[in-house]
């Protein structure tokens, strides 16, 4: 057999029933949240044009797309992001909407990355955005939805890291480095190798005392909002975009501390993320155990802009729904993901299969998983299989069937009795409660 038959593409996966189970339980959470918070859904596709998903994505991800041409000869790509399509519809088909507009999207994404921990070529991603507000309530109602959307999740000790592009944006353009070469320094600030950045400012001829205030600025964090604030407002005294960048943090640090946020927030001054549409804000979100981010955004001002849609300021969040569930799972948080009562119902013999699958389906309607024993087994070995899954069993017999009853067998607790049909729904309520 050739091996293309055994396996998977390398860095894509198949999600067996449990892990499956899992990320729909998240996906369904992330549903919620964005109902509780007023976000609506849109579903936009897979495929898009290259150049609108390349735009502004920063080249590190740039470089990992799926890239090909389609038999019509347009060049395409799979998503590595959603926030591309999202703003293009926001500049075309929702241009005219009233705002703020609230749109929510999940699905997989797609990126050439080096398979490892927490990193996979198809991942999952729910997305939340908000439109058209500048304020800083807008950034704080995402991070406080994020913060919502864990909790209901059950993960627990996780925290947020934020910061704000137009610190170091600010600075770097009063320095006079174009855009090009901010991206540039930007992602290596990204990837933590401080001293390319180092090098790429000088090669930029940026002044010794900005080369001096950058080392500064990195070395700035914190988890007291007051300190780091005013940390950064010395630091970067000279450069008014920064100041003004500086305040606006602060703004949206004060806001969720007086809407009653209680989950930690490291504020970190030199933080930067990969993609080069941010304008303001940055965040992520990270658990002890693991050192990936689980999701993360920032507020990006110009995007919906370059995709010709007129001035529509926008901040959103990404939350990678894979990481989320590993931190689950490290957590050691419940693995039963809100699954109904499972039933199997096992016909005593084969004329007894119509009435079978007849109580089967009044189980269904109300509201129970009811399975019908379809392997032709004996009850006795029907019911061993239910015992190894421990599901409670409806058992239906001839004699009993004549006069309305059927029997009822809850494995767990070991316990069978003959009952009403009329009574079956309350009497395994009763049993399982
Ligand atoms: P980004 O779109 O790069 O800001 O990523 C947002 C979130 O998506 C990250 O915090 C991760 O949780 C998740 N994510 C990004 N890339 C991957 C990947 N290759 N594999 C799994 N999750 C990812």
Not at 113 to 131: H, K, S
Not at 132 to 158: H, Q, V, W
Not at 389 to 400: A, D, L, M, Y
Request: proline residues 4%.
């Amino acid at each position: 057999m050739p091996p293309v038959f055994n396996q998977t593409v390398r860095g894509m996966r198949d999600f067996l029933p449990q892990d499956a189970k899992r990320l729909r339980f998240i996906e369904q959470i992330a549903r919620e949240t964005a109902e509780l918070y007023g976000y609506e859904e849109v579903i936009t596709p897979a495929i898009e044009y290259y150049e609108l998903l390349a735009a502004k994505i920063g080249e590190e991800n740039r470089k990992r797309m799926y890239v090909f041409e389609d038999l019509g000869g347009r060049k395409v790509a799979l998503r590595p992001e959603f926030t591309a399509s999202i703003a293009r519809l926001v500049a075309t088909k929702l241009q005219s909407a009233p705002k703020p507009l609230r749109l929510f999207s999940v699905g997989s994404l797609y990126r050439y990355d080096e398979p490892q921990f927490g990193r996979y070529r198809e991942f999952w991603q729910a997305n939340f955005e908000l439109f058209g507000s500048t304020m800083p309530e807008a950034d704080a109602e995402i991070i406080s939805l994020i913060d919502s959307f864990l909790r209901k999740i059950g993960l627990r000790n996780y925290c947020f890291k934020i910061g704000h592009v137009g610190v170091l944006r600010g600075i770097f353009s009063q320095e006079g480095i174009d855009e090009e070469k901010q991206n540039r320094i930007m992602q290596m600030l990204d990837k933590k190798e401080w001293e390319e950045a180092i090098r790429l400012m000088k090669e930029a001829k940026s002044s010794l005392a900005c080369l001096d205030l950058l080392k500064k600025l990195l070395g700035t964090s914190g988890s007291d909002p007051a300190s780091v604030i005013k940390e950064m407002r010395e630091i970067v005294d000279d450069y008014p975009s920064a100041i003004e960048a500086v305040e606006n943090l602060n703004e949206i640090l004060d806001l969720l501390k007086s809407g009653g946020l209680k989950t930690e927030i490291l504020i970190d001054a030199g933080f930067a993320r990969g993609l080069e549409y941010y304008t303001g804000s940055i965040f992520e979100v990270y658990v002890p155990e693991m050192d990936i981010a689980l999701g993360g955004g920032g507020r990006y001002d110009r995007l919906v802009e370059l995709f010709g849609g007129g001035k529509v300021p926008a901040v959103g969040v990404a939350m990678g729904m894979d990481r989320i569930s590993i931190a689950l799972e490290k957590q050691g948080a419940p693995t039963s993901w809100g699954v109904s009562e499972r039933l199997l119902v096992i016909p005593v013999e084969r004329s007894m299969l119509g009435e079978a699958f007849k109580v089967a389906s009044m189980l269904r309607e109300n509201g129970f998983s009811a399975e019908i024993e379809t392997m032709g087994r004996s009850v006795t070995r029907a019911l061993s299989d239910a015992d190894r899954r421990g599901i409670t069993t409806v058992i239906i017999g001839p004699k009993e069937m004549k006069e309305g009853k059927v029997v009822l067998r809850h494995m767990i607790k070991r316990k069978q009795m003959t009952v009403e049909l009329d009574e079956l729904l309350e009497k395994i309520k009763e049993q399982t409660c």
